[in-house]
């Protein structure tokens, strides 16, 4: 019959894939490498990052302490001359 000639043949294609399965399994990371692929990276260390405000931030900053400063003067004159 026509079937079994076909399961036959979907059977030796099954062993042939199942044991160039196992000859990469077993090549391991290193046949990756070899066909061209990059080794995996090591971890980087993140660095600190230092002053990581914006300028928009500095900006907004130095505003509210302007601001904070004027009412700070504004109250001590305010009691000294009472």
């Known amino acids: 019959m026509e079937i079994d000639r076909i399961v036959a043949d ?3 294609q099954r062993d ?3 044991r160039a399965i196992e000859a990469l399994v077993e090549a ?3 046949a990756a490498g070899r066909r ?3 080794a995996a ?3 980087t260390v993140k660095r600190r990052r230092r002053g990581g405000i914006t300028k928009e931030g500095r900006k907004r900053l130095s505003e ?3 601001k ?3 009412e700070r003067r504004r109250k ?3 009691k000294l001359s009472k």
Do not use: C, F, Q
């Open 28 to 30: 391991g990371p290193m």
């Open 64 to 66: 509210l302490m302007k």
């Open 41 to 43: 990276a090591k971890p």
């Open 16 to 18: 042939r894939l199942v």
């Open 76 to 78: 001590g004159l305010t």
């Open 10 to 12: 979907l059977k030796k």
């Open 36 to 38: 061209g692929r990059k």
């Open 68 to 70: 904070r400063w004027a």
